[in-house]
């Protein structure tokens, strides 16, 4: 049997139950392996928000996993890149939909995740509606991508910010909560505030450091200089 063909094809009924609830079912299969292409399948209609959602998530809980940033991430490039080209179905090659996590380790990470998740779940609501807008969702495209670049890199750590901002975007687009989406906004401003002010500080005390640096470096050579001369009469 192809690998195709032995991937599952299950019918979580997502359009219709809460996100959360479809998140458990997921877990409580018994097939050892959780294919991409299942996860990609199992929500329907609630489209890109609910796949950013998931992926976020499943990055934050596992991403430490090895391994786990590259296959949990790299679909989010795509997604990115679809929502800011007003794409209408997320769409990822065979190959891509065939790469499997383990199911364990998908349940472990949800239970961390869920209990969480569920209190906003019960919280949200669709409002600020000019935050989930036509041109928002291209915006928030846009970032998703320069996150996702980010989140697959094999950086130790470095999962952890980009997926919680793409997993707010996510929530606040499957949930029509604009709120949401502001909040993940601010995040990226913070995130850039605190770029441009490292950048500035070191283009303001760099002048200083380096010539220092250059003659830390060159001590070594100036001390036996000084050392062979003192001794040398």
Do not use: C
């Not at 200083?208 to 062979?228: I, K, M, N």
Request: charged fraction near 15%.
């Amino acid at each position: 049997m192809s690998p195709a063909a032995a991937m599952p094809d299950y019918d979580y009924q997502s359009d219709t139950r809460p996100f959360s609830q479809v998140l458990q079912d997921i877990g409580a299969r018994d097939d050892p392996k959780l294919y991409l292409g299942e996860l990609v399948n199992a929500f329907g209609e609630r489209g890109f928000g609910a796949l950013m959602l998931l992926f976020g998530l499943m990055n934050i809980a596992i991403g430490i996993i090895p391994g786990t940033t590259t296959i949990l991430g790299a679909p989010l490039l795509l997604l990115g890149l679809q929502l800011a080209t007003r794409q209408d179905q997320l769409w990822l090659p065979k190959w891509a939909l065939r790469r499997w996590i383990d199911r364990e380790a998908y349940r472990n990470g949800l239970e961390t995740v869920l209990p969480r998740f569920r209190k906003m779940e019960r919280l949200s609501r669709p409002r600020l509606s000019v935050m989930t807008s036509p041109v928002s969702e291209v915006l928030i495209g846009i970032a998703t991508f320069l996150l996702a670049f980010i989140l697959v890199l094999p950086i130790w750590g470095g999962n952890l910010i980009p997926a919680l901002i793409i997993s707010t975007f996510g929530f606040g687009l499957l949930q029509r909560d604009g709120l949401a989406v502001l909040l993940a906004w601010s995040a990226v401003a913070l995130i850039g505030l605190a770029g441009l002010v490292i950048w500035l500080a070191w283009q303001w005390v760099s002048p200083y450091l380096l010539p220092v640096w250059d003659w830390l470096h060159s001590f070594p050579a100036h001390a036996w200089a000084w050392l062979a001369g003192l001794f040398g009469g």
